[in-house]
């Protein structure tokens, strides 16, 4: 059964970091690609950031361009979100998908994991 688990969301501050991971099992992570998603209350589902299943190629949104950045490690199965500079505006539920699109089109991804949580506030 083909399976994304993200974790690693909470409460930070403004300034602050976070890490989300994604988990995949029931599938091979390096035939896909991997994106990551978020929606805020009160507004669309987004696209953050993705990455290739080619050769690891990434693409990041510009309202987080320079601040998040995207990784996998197929060994483990898992792909990583890293957060810096957070801001109050980045605050929603993350979703990590998995699909065959090369960039944030969100019709092109399959596989969707359950969310984790953000929230940035002092």
């Known amino acids: 059964q083909l399976q994304l688990v993200e974790s690693g969301g909470g409460l930070v501050q403004p300034g602050g970091s976070l890490r989300l991971s994604c988990a995949v099992s029931?599938?091979?992570?390096?035939?896909?690609?991997i994106g990551w998603f978020r929606h805020a209350p009160g507004r669309e589902r987004e696209g953050i950031s993705c990455?290739?299943?080619?050769?690891?190629?990434?693409y990041s949104a510009d309202a987080v361009k320079g601040r998040f950045t995207i990784s996998r490690d197929n060994a483990k199965n898992t792909v990583y979100l890293q957060m810096n500079s957070l801001k109050p505006e980045d605050t929603a539920v993350y979703y990590c998908?998995?699909?065959?699109?090369?960039?944030?089109?969100?019709?092109?991804?399959?596989?969707w994991g359950q969310g984790t949580q953000v929230i940035v506030s002092s």
């Open positions: 998908a998995a699909g065959m699109s090369d960039y944030l089109h969100q019709s092109e991804y399959d596989y």
């Open positions: 990455i290739n299943k080619r050769d690891g190629s990434t």
């Open positions: 029931g599938f091979t992570l390096a035939y896909y690609a």
